[in-house]
């Protein structure tokens, strides 16, 4: 591993490789000058408080508004730690609820977003699947931490 104060994903050649979505182990030095960032969930909840009802709109949303927050908070998207990714199992579509929540196109945006945002990083993730999340119309969610060095 390259000397950084950047957190630094990577597959252990011991374990099982991932999607291509993330990386299973993110190493991330600490010093007193460093501060952990965490994010509320992030929605494609907009402005005007309307949500898609596209799980694919909902996460484009969910990504820029982690952008964001991050902005706001002095990081970037290579400074993610862990993400948590939330996806409402059954939505009334038979369609959709008859692939895997893994499968619903949320990861390849989640892939363009972070190689264009992120610099192409991997933190490690959780995939969850859920019966609701805060509103009825939300179909995705996701969660983010991260850490800045001064």
Not at 82 to 105: A, F, Q, W
Request: net charge negative; glycine share 6%.
């Amino acid at each position: 591993m390259a000397s950084s104060n950047k957190p630094h994903a990577f597959n252990p050649p011991t374990v099982p490789v991932p999607p291509p979505t993330y990386d299973q182990v993110c190493i991330t030095p600490i010093v007193p000058t460093s501060k952990l960032i965490t994010l509320a969930g992030q929605t494609g909840l907009r402005q005007d408080q309307t949500i898609p009802s596209d799980i694919k709109e909902q996460a484009r949303g969910a990504y820029a508004a982690v952008n964001n927050c991050l902005k706001a908070a002095g990081a970037t998207p290579r400074d993610i730690i862990h993400v948590r990714h939330y996806i409402v199992k059954e939505t009334g579509n038979p369609d959709l609820d008859r692939s895997d929540v893994v499968d619903r196109g949320w990861g390849e945006l989640w892939i363009e977003f972070m190689d264009k945002e992120g610099e192409g990083h991997r933190p490690p993730d959780t995939v969850v699947g859920v019966a609701s999340l805060a509103k009825k119309a939300l179909l995705y969610e996701v969660e983010v931490w991260a850490l800045i060095s001064s």
